[in-house]
């Protein structure tokens, strides 16, 4: 589950909101775990689904490949597997505030092993973000 709305920002660009991340044991048996890393990106160029394209990428690469990108570590609340990102990357590193406004393609994971990549089982999300509105979907 991905939820957030933002303020608007002037020149084509909005604000990157908080994404709070929620997994339960039932949606994936590996969200009974805690302390785990929590990956989220967005892309307005996603061609492929998020299992495909997270698949064989490093945290680096991962970085490199979307134009915002965020990671936390996981926290537990009742049933559920919480993280929420609330710091944005660039490609290069960088702290982003900021995207330009249009489509987004939102691809989540969590790394339930800690090896840094997305493996079989690991759970995945997906959404959109339309920058310019309300929220995700």
Same mark, same amino acid.
């Given at each position: 589950?991905? +939820? !957030?709305?933002? #303020? ?7 604000? *990157? #909101?908080?994404? #709070? ?12 775990? $805690? ?10 160029? /996603?061609?492929?689904?998020?299992? &495909?394209?997270?698949?064989?990428? +490093? %945290? ?7 134009? !915002? ?12 597997? *919480?993280?929420? *990102? &609330? ?8 702290? /982003? $505030? ?11 994971? *969590? %790394? @339930?092993?800690?090896? %840094? +990549? ?7 999300? @997906?959404? +959109?973000? $339309?920058?310019?509105? $309300?929220?995700?979907?």
């Amino acid at each position: 589950l991905l +939820t !957030a709305c933002s #303020p608007a920002k002037e020149d084509g660009y909005e604000y *990157i #909101p908080d994404v #709070p991340v929620v997994c339960s044991a039932g949606q994936a048996s590996d969200c009974a775990g $805690t302390a785990l890393d929590v990956y989220v990106g967005l892309s307005s160029s /996603l061609s492929k689904d998020c299992d &495909d394209f997270l698949s064989g990428l +490093t %945290d680096s690469g991962r970085r490199a490949s979307f134009e !915002a990108y965020g990671r936390a570590v996981s926290g537990r609340s009742g049933a559920y597997l *919480i993280a929420m *990102i &609330d710091e944005w990357q660039n490609s290069n590193g960088g702290r /982003l $505030t900021d995207v330009r406004e249009g489509d987004y393609a939102v691809c989540a994971f *969590i %790394d @339930t092993n800690g090896n %840094d +990549t997305i493996d079989a089982n690991e759970p995945v999300g @997906t959404g +959109t973000l $339309t920058v310019g509105r $309300t929220g995700f979907e």
